[in-house]
Nanobody, 124 residues
Framework: QVQLVESGGGSVQAGGSLRLSCSAS????????MGWFRQAPGKEREGVAT????????YYADSVKGRFTVSQDNAKNTLYLQMTSLKPEDTAMYYC?????????????????WGHGTQVTVSS
């Protein structure tokens, strides 16, 4: 059974950086689209970034372009999200997700596997 485990969340001040990690098991990593999503209190879960393992195609939400970078280590079956210049509006629970096949954007509805999330809090 596919398992996704996030780590690396925490509390930082605005302008700071964090790196999230997602360890994936029981999936053929280079045949999956992997993604990061986030959900703030009272808001819907939204796509942050996705990456297709084999081709490396990436998609980013406009709100994080230029500040966040998604990457992966195929040998370790680990997905990363490097977050810089963090803003208070980035505060949310961040989730790792996976779906078989290529990535076509940030639509959370097509992702079938989810982690339990890691909290990111950015203070002003």
């Amino acid at each position: 059974q596919v398992q996704l485990v996030e780590s690396g969340g925490g509390s930082v001040q605005a302008g700071g950086s964090l790196r999230l990690s997602c360890s994936a098991s029981a999936l053929t990593y280079n045949r999956y689209c992997m993604g990061w999503f986030r959900q703030a209190p009272g808001k819907e879960r939204e796509g942050v970034a996705t990456i297709y393992a084999t081709g490396g195609n990436t998609y980013y939400a406009d709100s994080v372009k230029g500040r966040f970078t998604v990457s992966q280590d195929n040998a370790k079956n680990t997905l990363y999200l490097q977050m810089t210049s963090l803003k208070p509006e980035d505060t949310a629970m961040y989730y790792c997700a996976a779906r078989g096949g290529n990535c076509y954007g940030l639509d959370r509805a097509v992702f079938g596997y989810w982690g339990h999330g890691t909290q990111v809090t950015v203070s002003s």
